[in-house]
């Protein structure tokens, strides 16, 4: 835990917050003090823009069988705050949609993109995954991450998902269970 602390802070200080220190004075001081951000500790623990396991070389690696060029339509849902599609659009100079389907993760992505000035390339958006619709025939990959398990209707996902895929996309699929 000591080892992190360094790259914890430098998280917190590049997102223009500070770090709440545990208190000296006990539990009544601490307990005075705000609760650390959850969406925060999540970046310090998987890096910027990320909430859930990846980082660079984790999406290059992920979408190398796909063979990602500039001409592709990339979909990834349940994409965070945007961070796998940063990555993406730094390797590869596409376009990225992105579905979330936490608002408040879909808030601060926003002001994630517009700071890493990926908003033009990363379109992120709020959504259901038991309930939603995609455009028919338009993407070339759809990367969908820890995202199937949680689903009480998977077909349907499935169904939705395989509407909005061109003849001979590719979906790639990363559930940890």
């Given at each position: 835990?000591?080892?992190?602390?360094?790259?914890?802070?430098?998280?917190?200080?590049?997102?223009?917050?500070?770090?709440?220190?545990?208190?000296?004075?006990?539990?009544?001081?601490?307990?005075?003090?705000?609760?650390?951000?959850?969406?925060?500790?999540?970046?310090?623990?998987?890096?910027?823009?990320?909430?859930?396991p990846?980082?660079?070389?984790?999406?290059?690696?992920?979408?190398?069988?796909?063979?990602?060029t500039?001409?592709?339509?990339?979909?990834?849902?349940?994409?965070?705050?945007?961070?796998?599609?940063?990555?993406?659009?730094?390797?590869?100079?596409?376009?990225?949609?992105?579905?979330?389907?936490?608002?408040?993760?879909?808030?601060?992505?926003?002001?994630?993109?517009?700071?890493?000035?990926?908003?033009?390339?990363?379109?992120?958006?709020a959504?259901?995954?038991?309930?939603?619709?995609?455009?028919?025939?338009?993407?070339?990959?759809?990367?969908v991450?820890?995202?199937?398990?949680?689903?009480?209707?998977?077909?349907?996902f499935?169904?939705?998902?395989?509407?909005?895929?061109?003849?001979?996309?590719?979906?790639?699929?990363?559930?940890?269970?």
């Open positions: 835990l000591a080892a992190c602390l360094p790259r914890w802070r430098r998280a917190s200080n590049d997102a223009g917050r500070t770090m709440v220190r545990p208190s000296k004075a006990g539990p009544s001081q601490a307990s005075r003090e705000p609760p650390l951000d959850p969406i925060m500790l999540q970046q310090w623990i998987y890096g910027p823009g990320n909430v859930i990846g980082d660079e070389a984790y999406f290059k690696e992920l979408l190398s069988p796909v063979g990602v500039s001409e592709m339509t990339l979909l990834d849902l349940n994409a965070g705050m945007g961070g796998a599609g940063v990555a993406i659009v730094k390797a590869s100079k596409n376009y990225v949609s992105a579905f979330e389907r936490h608002p408040d993760l879909v808030k601060a992505g926003a002001t994630f993109l517009r700071k890493h000035k990926a908003g033009r390339n990363v379109q992120l958006a959504y259901d995954p038991e309930n939603f619709a995609l455009r028919a025939g338009f993407y070339d990959c759809v990367m991450r820890e995202l199937v398990s949680t689903l009480s209707n998977k077909e349907a499935f169904q939705a998902v395989s509407v909005g895929l061109k003849p001979f996309a590719q979906v790639v699929i990363a559930d940890f269970v």
